[in-house]
């Protein structure tokens, strides 16, 4: 989820250095390929890194290690943190947080990183935040990238999609799933914390998230922070339901919704529907990916993903 930056500055000194010495130009890319820092908002420290090189990719609060070096080779990622996964936040009243706090979040980010014209990404329901992003400030977006996210959140379709594409699993996925969430009942004790059990409960959801059921993914979840009263007020009530197809979330925007097969968090049936308001929608799907397709078939995602800015 994430970059931003003094691009302005590398692409000068590139135009520059070209006429003289293509060599050096490559090392100059190459000196600040990989860039971080951090602003603070109210408190809480948000940071930033800047990885690859290309057209600019603003990630929200997402995991940037997700995306391979091919992807870093056509993309300037500028990956932020949002308040959710801070590693140093600073508790504010929820209650006067609402989503236009948050794209405030994102656009003091995008503002004091210098992007006025970007792609802007998110994975899952963060997908939908990009959204709705760029249908706010669409002076700074050319293309909304969306990676395994529903195209409705917190409705009856939703939730009624989830269950009937989780019954007509493998019985092999839903056999590993429940043993899963046995061994993850055992493991409950009092000397975890909410994070840690947090995590537990991710990984014990792999066959849910993963086209290969049997990944562990512990390691991916363990390097992230989690706020969890933020995150549960993030997806509760900032976030609380939404359809991208109502002609109320119209964007004249190019935007790739990137879809696992295998995705039984956010399946692929939801997508099923014509979104008649979006005529500039590409639904894309990864037949062996599950909730992450751009790490998952990252090798197929970046092809895509390129032809697609290509032709848009």
Known sequence: MRKYHIVFVICLYTILACKNNIKDQEKTISDVNNKSGSIVIDGTTLNYSIKGKGTPFLLIGSDPEYFSKDFLNNFRLYSIEMRFNAKEYEPIDLSEYNIDNLFKDIDTLRSVLGLEKFIIGGHSVLGAVAHKYAKKHPKYVSHVVMMATPRTWGTTEYKDSVKTYWENASEKRKLLYNEKLKQFEKEKNDTLNRRELFIKSLVASGPKRWHDENLDA?????????????????????????????????????????????????????????????????????????????????ELFNKRLVDWIQRN
């Not at 989690?226 to 964007?251: A, Q, R």
């Not at 925007?253 to 039984?264: M, T």
């Open 218 to 298: 512990t390691q991916f979840f363990e390097r992230v922070n989690y706020n969890l009263d933020f995150l549960y007020h993030l997806f509760g009530k900032v976030m609380p339901k939404y359809d991208l197809c109502s002609p109320k979330e119209k964007i004249d925007i190019p935007v790739f919704a990137a879809i696992g097969k295998s995705d039984y968090i956010a399946p692929s049936t939801l997508w099923h529907i014509t979104c008649k308001e979006s005529t500039r929608l590409t639904v894309s799907l990864f037949e062996k990916s599950g909730h992450t397709p751009q790490y998952e078939q990252s």
